[in-house]
């Protein structure tokens, strides 16, 4: 069987986006670079749109045979966003810019809904787990702008910050500091969406935060994320690690007790994260240690 593609999304997404423009926050340049880049990966891949009349091509699943069909799906969605940023720094002068805005956001959210369904097919966990992240930001971000839905902002938020917090306790130190900066990026939005929905006396806001609590969707994507997180630390494992006792290192050659070690180091910190009044979930975690 084909080995399934994988690549850091983020890591990808935020070396584009410092290197053409946006630490200016220059999102007409950042858009132009979108482009270029999409006219280069149409050529190499010989999936050009007609060469006198335009014949309109999408990325289906059975045609990708090279990662490169994947970026075409996720420049796609850079492009249409940061055209839409382009726009809304112009809405106060022109408020008619701001269908304009919504369209191109709702572009960039179709391409990253796309990219995740096929990722989902194509890839490995983790980058299928930030492809599902990538496209529940834009999801939120499109009902953020419009500012009619806030519980489903709010709710895609959660969940892209949740894969984030997650993330950011695996891979190397660089990719662990993307998925900081990027919960830290979300926790405004998230905070701006919890006002809005207190405004309501109807809307409870703990309805829609939380996804600690059952049901069918959020265990899925705990699940997954589990999943994720049990390949990165078998990754890990892999190196030699070390342990302290009575002030002897000790090496660890086990494989399997390395990944061991590993979980359930990661469990005991979330049990040092949990308030006082989470003592159940607390004894839950313990009892995976043990």
Known sequence: STEPFAFNLLE??????????????DYARYRHYCARRL???????????????????????????????LYILLVNAERAWAYAMELKQDVASEPRKRVHLIHRLNKAARWASEL????????????????EAYSSWMTATVHFEKETDWETALTKFTKTKTVYEQLSKVGNMEQQA???????????????CQYNLRRSSSTRVADFVDLNTDGPGNDLLQSKLESVLAAERARQAEDTLEISWQGLALTVRSNSTRVFILNAQALEAQVSQLPPEKMEKKMGLYDKIF
């Open 116 to 131: 995740a369904k096929i990722c989902a097919k194509k890839t490995d966990s983790r980058t299928a787990l930030e492809a």
């Open 12 to 25: 990808i997404v935020k070396k584009a986006q410092a290197i053409h423009g946006l630490k200016q926050q």
């Open 178 to 192: 993307l998925c900081r900066e990027r919960v830290e990026e979300i926790e405004p939005s998230i905070r701006y």
């Open 39 to 69: 006219r280069r990966l149409y050529k190499t891949l010989n999936f050009t749109h007609g060469k006198k009349r335009f014949e309109s091509r999408t990325v289906e699943l059975d045609i990708v045979t090279d990662v490169r069909y």
